[in-house]
């Protein structure tokens, strides 16, 4: 037995405690030699069938076993939440954090020395992430991959994209509801995440550029072979790691973060990646700023993917992925630490471009410039942010009259009014949807276009909220405004016809209301009353911080290494 491993504390005394571990253990069938001292490796796996996106990771998690028992060690597998963002109300988002407390309390409580995490569907690898980090062992990534292509009409379709496309064409007429829902058979024809670059495949894109998981993690399709091979190739990686105590805390760095950033430009990422890597960032002890998101408003849009672009992810895989993109980098990459334990500029290695019409050269991008863009002004005093690539060029610079929805409710019940008053040149604006508002800072920001406007033939607009929206989206939509509406920002203070100007250049959003009139404003202005009074959404609106700190909890941020010395008998 060896006893400098961790799992000793649970498998290798030889005592009533001892005799408790292993002997409940051995009623699955493991032998004595399971528990000699091998490295225990826990299989973290949120695969639910109410995670449509996730149900691939059943058959991964026998990959990683494989790959885990031929390098000596011991699998282990164990369920934690499982956020299906396409099925759980009001919002994937608020339990997030939930996850990310599942994760780590279940690392911390058992006898294992490494784990490898299953996630795929958007907040399933962020909060992943941050439970691993904030318990520090040995950890690595095996994403469940993008589905296959859509398909309709003898066209390719796009999970979210074309779902808000078709559903805009339903409304303006052009699209009959026969057809609408025809492509709904085929938009998801396999298991995966959606194929789409939304925030799913964005967040294993950058969990690959972070040196998180082995290459070619991001875009293997869910159901391609070579996905099974690097699942068991992981678990060969993840037993060699525990041996060499590479933590994430080596591997999540200031650096690496930095790099996720520039990524996340390269190939048209969400924005959702911002309060994700953010809140990473907080659990490693790292002082990530909103502001450091412009780092990546030199770097082009290399990825012509949706919804930045035309193509799928399984396009970008078949172009090279993200090995490609990282070559293209090259020149902005920081040198930082991988799972494998050399510099990320190593995962570059032999890559190739197969296709320069989804891959494009950083000498020759896509569009000159797609970084997330970083937004302050008296409207939102600790920021917002916009994402360039998806909005209209003709809209970045704009100054409009407000029109106000209070909340979700009042967008819903008056959107379609054929006599709402709004013109093309008006700035919508929604509140309510931020981290405390919803709660859990839902997926709406990027609200319908009115009917009557779309009747018209208008396809975009200004939008501003506190709310997220879809990797999956499009349009010129603000995002994320902090403070929000309902923790006392000035977004709930906004009125209809007040002006409000933008300009993405100059990173700036103001009201253009006199500080005078916002102070008699802020004087009369009252909180919506909470939600939920009970539970885990009560102490989640309790506790939660704002957008530019990631929405994490305030007693979550940090980690606690500490090992657990009472026992349960």
Request: hydrophobic share 40%; glycine share 10%.
């Amino acid at each position: 037995m060896t006893k400098d491993r961790r799992n000793h504390a649970w498998y290798g005394k030889l005592d009533k405690d001892g005799f408790i571990h292993r002997s409940w253990m051995k009623n699955q069938g493991f032998p004595d030699h399971a528990f000699d001292g091998r490295p225990v490796i826990g299989i973290c796996n949120t695969w639910s069938e109410l995670t449509p996106c996730n149900s691939g990771l059943r058959d991964l998690a026998e990959g990683v076993k494989r790959g885990v028992w031929e390098a000596g060690g011991f699998p282990v597998e164990f369920p934690v939440m499982s956020l299906g963002e396409t099925q759980m109300k009001p919002t994937a988002m608020l339990f997030r954090n939930l996850l990310a407390m599942d994760v780590e309390e279940s690392i911390r409580a058992y006898g294992i020395d490494g784990v490898v995490l299953l996630g795929g569907c958007d907040k399933t690898t962020p909060g992943q992430l941050m439970g691993a980090a904030s318990v520090d062992l040995p950890s690595i990534v095996v994403s469940s991959g993008p589905m296959l292509n859509g398909k309709w009409q003898g066209n390719d379709i796009g999970s979210g994209t074309d779902v808000w496309k078709f559903s805009e064409a339903v409304r303006a007429g052009d699209m009959t509801l026969k057809d609408f829902m025809a492509a709904e058979s085929g938009m998801s024809r396999s298991k995966g995440v959606c194929m789409t670059m939304g925030t799913a495949s964005t967040m294993a894109s950058l969990v690959e550029a972070m040196g998180l998981s082995l290459p070619t993690n991001a875009a293997l399709p869910a159901v391609d072979s070579r996905r099974m091979a690097l699942a068991h190739l992981t678990g060969n990686r993840i037993v060699e790691m525990v041996d060499e105590n590479l933590k994430p805390s080596d591997i999540i760095t200031r650096a690496s973060l930095e790099n996720a950033i520039l990524a996340n430009a390269a190939v048209g990422g969400s924005t959702n990646a911002v309060v994700h890597l953010l809140a990473i960032a907080g659990r490693v002890g790292i002082d990530l700023k909103l502001e450091d998101f412009d780092l990546g408003g030199d770097v082009p849009l290399l990825v012509n993917c949706m919804p930045s672009g035309k193509y799928l992810m399984e396009d970008f895989c078949y172009a090279g992925g993200m090995p490609v993109i990282l070559k293209e980098l090259s020149g902005h990459l920081r040198k930082a630490k991988t799972v494998l334990g050399g510099d990320i500029s190593a995962y570059a290695d032999g890559a190739e471009c197969w296709n320069r019409d989804v891959i494009y050269s950083i000498d020759g991008p896509l569009k000159p410039s797609a970084g997330i863009k970083v937004l302050k002004g008296n409207l939102a005093p600790r920021g917002a942010i916009v994402k360039p690539s998806a909005a209209s060029e003709h809209l970045l610079e704009h100054e409009g009259e407000a029109y106000v929805f209070e909340n979700i409710e009042e967008l819903k019940a008056t959107i379609d009014n054929d006599d709402l008053p709004v013109t093309k040149d008006s700035i919508l604006v929604l509140k309510g949807c931020g981290p405390k508002g919803y709660p859990g800072m839902a997926e709406v920001g990027n609200m319908p276009i009115p009917s009557k406007l779309v009747k018209e033939g208008i396809k975009d607009m200004v939008r501003i909220s506190d709310a997220r929206m879809s990797g999956t989206a499009f349009g010129t939509v603000i995002l994320h405004v902090t403070p929000e509406a309902n923790d006392g920002g000035t977004l709930a203070l906004v009125k209809t016809g007040d002006r409000i100007k933008f300009s993405a250049s100059q990173g700036k959003l103001e009201l253009l209301v006199s500080e005078e009139e916002l102070a008699e404003r802020r004087d009369a202005w009252q909180p919506e009353p909470p939600h939920y009074t009970r539970g885990y959404a009560k102490m989640y609106v309790d506790h939660v911080l704002q957008a530019d700190q990631g929405a994490d909890l305030d007693f979550l941020v940090g980690k606690d290494t500490r090992p657990v010395t009472r026992e349960s008998h």
